[in-house]
């Protein structure tokens, strides 16, 4: 009788048989996605946008929760997460500027894993010894800041006198890889993407909670984030504009939006 027959299970050799064809299977595809990554490169060169920066987070977001969503019966959303960032990373790096400038405070090795975590190994990455320096990185084509939440830099404060640059990733992108704790920042242009946090500064005297409830009472939802030097970032969940009404009534005379991010794929 045939193993479906007996219901008895495949070898060992033909589970690998299976296993190899699999792989060649997955190259062919793979070598297509990347060539159709050069196709792209190719046509924003045709049309004068060769040196435009191709980071999009709202789209990629949107690709990563499809894949996450879809059926699977093994493939967890860390082994989907870690695959996709890298072909996105690859791809990103074939069709312009893109570049990687990690700030990690006192723990700069983690930082520079939540990076590549995000980003994937293809773009260059350089360490810095100050917040500024990997935010005047980001200022330049393709330039991606990743800076990390400690409690003795205020570097998101500076994003306030810098409306070009926005916080568009909280870093790590997986609840199930631990605590938020570094953000991403670029010129780039940030989008809803139907589940995400916003990021907003002020210098609102009086206590964290203080803040949290007034806002409260105009229906935003808050919780702080990091605290220096005399102003305090808070996330917010859900997508609000600079302009928002009501965040213009919150309290601080020194106050604003410095960007959004996704939620946590996972939850």
């Known amino acids: 009788m045939s193993e479906a027959k007996t219901g008895a299970a495949p070898s060992l050799d033909a589970v690998r048989q299976r296993i190899d064809a699999l792989d060649t299977e997955l190259l062919r595809l793979l070598d297509e996605r990347a060539s159709l990554a050069r196709v792209v490169a190719a046509a924003k060169k045709a049309a004068g946008d060769g040196e435009k920066f191709a980071l999009r987070p709202g789209r990629e977001a949107a690709i990563l929760r499809r894949l996450i969503a879809s059926e699977r019966t093994a493939a967890n959303p860390s082994l989907v997460v870690r695959v996709w960032r890298e072909m996105i990373g690859d791809s990103l790096s074939v069709q312009g500027p893109f570049h990687l400038n990690v700030w990690g405070g006192k723990d700069p090795g983690r930082a520079v894993e939540l990076a590549r975590q995000r980003f994937g190994a293809a773009p260059p990455l350089r360490q810095h010894a100050k917040a500024e320096d990997a935010i005047a990185a980001a200022r330049t084509p393709g330039g991606v800041a990743i800076c990390a939440l400690t409690p003795d830099s205020a570097w998101w404060g500076r994003l306030l006198a810098e409306p070009q640059l926005k916080v568009f990733a909280a870093l790590p992108c997986l609840a199930a890889w631990g605590p938020m704790s ?26 964290a909670a203080a803040v949290e409830e007034a806002l409260g009472h105009d229906g935003v939802a808050a919780d702080l984030v990091a605290e220096a030097g005399g102003l305090r970032m808070f996330m917010l969940a859900g997508f609000y504009q600079r302009d928002d009404e009501r965040l213009a009534r919150a309290p601080g005379r020194l106050s604003g939006v410095i960007g959004a991010a996704p939620a946590p794929l996972d939850v």
Not at 185 to 206: K, L, M, N, S
Request: proline share 8%.
């Open 182 to 207: 570094a953000l991403a920042v670029a010129a780039v242009d940030v989008e809803p993407t139907g589940d995400d946090r916003t990021f907003w500064v002020t210098d609102a005297p009086g206590s």
